[in-house]
């Protein structure tokens, strides 16, 4: 651990080729993996388990087919263009 300390921009470099663990008194306690930037939100989406319960309640719900889908979306676009396009309101009118 105090290696890595010491070292860290060392550490950080090596990460580039390899998974570096980090230990203390001979057993891992951590780890350094290097990430690009493509994959920090697979990272971060991975480790929430918030992300993993609106997974398993997604495939709790019921399938509903593609064309279902469709024209619920089409439906809802075509309320928020109509509206959209009415003229707002008169305050006291």
């Keep these: 651990m105090d290696e890595a300390r010491n070292h860290?921009?060392?550490a950080l470099e090596a990460a580039k080729e390899g998974v570096i663990v980090i230990t203390r008194n001979g057993k891992p306690v951590a780890a350094i993996q290097a990430i690009g930037d493509d994959d920090i939100e697979d990272l971060?989406?991975?480790r929430s388990e918030k992300f993993w319960e609106m997974i398993a309640r997604a495939r709790r719900g019921r399938p509903?087919?593609?064309e279902t889908l469709r024209k619920q979306v089409a439906?809802?676009?075509l309320a928020a263009k109509t509206a959209a396009s009415r003229p707002a309101a008169r305050p006291g009118g």
């Design 8 to 10: 860290f921009a060392r």
């Design 64 to 66: 509903i087919p593609i």
């Design 44 to 46: 971060l989406l991975d």
């Design 75 to 77: 439906g809802r676009r």
